[in-house]
């Protein structure tokens, strides 16, 4: 079956550590995203890429990172400048730019 | 500016009565707007989308909306609830071809029996 994987699906990070979370699909996409979703809130994109080796930053990258070296894979790494990283994280990606985008099941990611 | 808001934080209906999930919208461009399902600690489903083809929009679940240009309105309907629709909904706005996308707030439709 093709899809989005994310993994873990429960992390926890101490206070100055990165942690990396991991978005794998197989649907043979381009383009991939990664949001941030806070309770009681919508989607805020972090990072997009569009293209193997190319991405961009979103509305709140700040304390974040990413990398695209594979179509398959675009992992996000929380790094210890994110303030507040408490938050459910998910992973989307779609044929193209203007294409609707499919969603992995989510991380959620807590501060230890 | 483009923008969309969510009209209801939160919807209440009883199983088999019709739902309705209100949404407007802000764009200066002929807009793509969506509909996403959430269920608790999941990802979100694309329920139905509008790409400027039919104004009346169908989509899985027995969901259909309609798009109103004239009062910039993408609102859900369903004819009648069943306890699995009980989710989080989002109303989405694709901002041009690059695929980023503006959410809505969200609207949490509770199903009462």
């Known amino acids: 079956d093709g899809g989005i994987t994310q993994s873990p699906k429960y992390l926890f990070r101490k206070e100055g550590q990165n942690v990396t979370l991991s978005c794998e699909q197989n649907?043979?996409?381009?383009?991939m995203y990664w949001y941030r979703q806070d309770p009681g809130q919508g989607l805020r994109l972090i990072y997009y890429s569009q293209i193997v080796n190319d991405f961009q930053k979103g509305d709140i990258a700040e304390g974040y990172s990413v990398s695209r070296e594979k179509k398959e894979s675009f992992p996000l790494t929380v790094t210890s400048a994110q303030k507040n990283p408490t938050a459910f994280y998910l992973c989307?990606?779609?044929?193209?730019?203007?294409?609707?985008?499919?969603f992995g099941d989510g991380t959620r990611l807590s501060i230890l | 500016a483009q923008s969309v808001t969510q009209l209801d934080s939160h919807v209440s209906v009883s199983e088999g009565t019709p739902v309705l999930l209100r949404c407007n919208y802000s764009?200066?461009?002929?807009?793509?707007l969506f509909w996403y399902v959430q269920h608790p600690n999941k990802g979100l489903q694309l329920l139905l989308k509008y790409t400027s083809a039919a104004t009346l929009v169908k989509g899985i679940n027995g969901f259909e909306a309609e798009f109103k240009k004239s009062e910039t309105s993408f609102h859900l309907t369903k004819p009648s609830a069943h306890m699995s629709d009980a989710a989080e909904y989002f109303c989405v706005l694709e901002t041009g071809n690059t695929g980023k996308l503006i959410f809505g707030q969200g609207t949490t439709l509770q199903v009462k029996p």
């Open positions: 649907l043979n996409h381009d383009a």
């Open positions: 989307a990606s779609s044929l193209q730019g203007n294409q609707p985008q499919h």
């Open positions: 764009s200066s461009y002929s807009p793509s």
